[in-house]
């Protein structure tokens, strides 16, 4: 008998000595491992400066930089969450937690939050990370798709200039991209090699919904008036304006700055971050700007998919990891965060700093467009990975090509949509 409790003591205290090892046990500190997807330069540097102060400030709880990537994060996390290596303070994207949500992967901070960072984010922000009766990441950074135009060409040209407080419509835009084409020129170019989000996000200015909600919470696909405005812009201007090449559809986003330099394109909608790289690449003596995206029967509304922090939920130290991501996000923190992304912050006293409203580089149409930013459509919705990759993008592409009409591509994502989400929602 003495033998096996020496056995088993022994065993107890080899498994207490593995927990102290590897952070959080009475020999030595918590270890909080944080997986950040920062990619641009000043962002890294933004992020690790924050981790470095924390670490001064808090001997008892140190937190260890994982630097992660966008490309494969959702399959990359999966496997980390089912081999139960997932990092404890983790970055990805609203859009991306639904289903870890649902399956389980993450904690609800819904207790585990300040006060201060509750108030301080706005409700609409909030609505992006909640799913069930829980909160599942903290909305932090979000990205407004914008024009990126060639002021000179504009300006030579004659059209009108839009603003946030006076934008085009959906109408005048098309008619103003025709307008600055031809000879070989184009009045926009439209990157679409991800169709999805953009289209859907857009659309929401113009009262498109495309997935709605019924009794019982089950969601359908409805292609309605609302949701075919921004496709059709798209369609019209690359098929029959031939204001917007065809070439550019399969294309990134920083695909199409080298014929924008060039003066090949008037236009290019983007995500605000992009700002980042023309003012890295763009030709000196450039002159370009930044005009709000058009404005439909809900004006200058657009879905958004904010970047989020959140915490594993086989995280043992959820406590000291929810702390840790209120000093990322703190006001003067999240300003900084904002910054080195090139994006605008959630954050209510965040966005008020002047840094965030100067003209340059066109910070202030950006803040003007903050209060107008909604979750996306398809922001809740069980199994969009699969909806977007199986039918949506394929069905985008179709149709921008020219390989559909729109009675095909409203076919394909009710059809074929609808019977991928229903798999879902059994």
Not at 8 to 18: E, F, W
Not at 390 to 415: D, H, M, N, W
């Amino acid at each position: 008998m003495r033998t096996g409790l020496a056995t088993a003591l022994g065993v107890l205290l080899l498994l207490l000595a593995g927990c102290s090892s590897g952070g959080g046990g009475r020999g030595g500190p918590i270890t909080l491992r944080f997986q950040s997807l920062a990619w641009q330069q000043e962002s890294v540097a933004a992020n690790k400066a924050l981790v470095k102060e924390w670490n001064a400030t808090h001997p008892d709880v140190k937190v260890e930089y994982v630097q992660g990537g966008w490309d494969g994060v959702h399959d990359q996390l999966l496997t980390s969450f089912e081999g139960g290596e997932a990092p404890d303070v983790i970055h990805d994207a609203s859009d991306d937690l639904a289903d870890f949500a649902y399956g389980g992967y993450l904690a609800d901070l819904t207790g585990l939050l300040p006060a201060r960072l509750k108030s301080d984010i706005p409700q609409h922000s909030w609505e992006t990370t909640a799913f069930g009766d829980g909160i599942y990441g903290v909305p932090f950074l979000q990205e407004p798709r914008v024009l990126i135009a060639n002021a000179t060409w504009l300006r030579d040209a004659g059209v009108r200039i839009p603003a946030p407080e006076r934008p085009w419509s959906w109408a005048e835009f098309r008619r103003i991209t025709k307008r600055l084409s031809g000879d070989g020129k184009y009045g926009v170019a439209w990157p679409l090699k991800e169709p999805v989000s953009a289209t859907l996000n857009l659309a929401l200015s113009a009262g498109g919904q495309l997935f709605h909600r019924g009794d019982g919470g089950k969601v359908t696909v409805r292609f309605e008036a609302g949701d075919a405005v921004v496709p059709r812009t798209v369609h019209d201007q690359v098929a029959i304006d031939h204001s917007a090449p065809a070439s550019t559809l399969g294309s990134g986003g920083s695909d199409t700055l080298p014929g924008f330099f060039g003066g090949r394109y008037a236009m290019v909608p983007l995500g605000f971050s992009y700002r980042q790289q023309i003012v890295q690449q763009a030709p000196k003596g450039f002159d370009w700007e930044v005009l709000p995206a058009p404005a439909g029967a809900d004006g200058l509304t657009q879905g958004v998919s904010p970047q989020t922090l959140s915490i594993a939920a086989d995280c043992p130290h959820k406590k000291e990891a929810a702390e840790f991501i209120d000093f990322l996000l703190r006001p003067r923190n999240m300003v900084r965060l904002a910054l080195g992304d090139w994006m605008l912050p959630t954050g209510t006293r965040a966005l008020k700093d002047p840094a965030l409203h100067t003209a340059k580089y066109g910070w202030d149409t950006g803040t003007a467009l903050a209060s107008r930013l909604r979750p996306a459509p398809a922001q809740s919705v069980r199994g969009y990975p699969e909806w977007k990759d199986k039918v949506a993008t394929p069905a985008f592409q179709e149709y921008y090509s020219g390989s559909i009409g729109l009675a095909g591509l409203r076919g394909r994502l009710e059809r074929d949509g609808n019977l991928v989400l229903a798999r879902y929602q059994r």
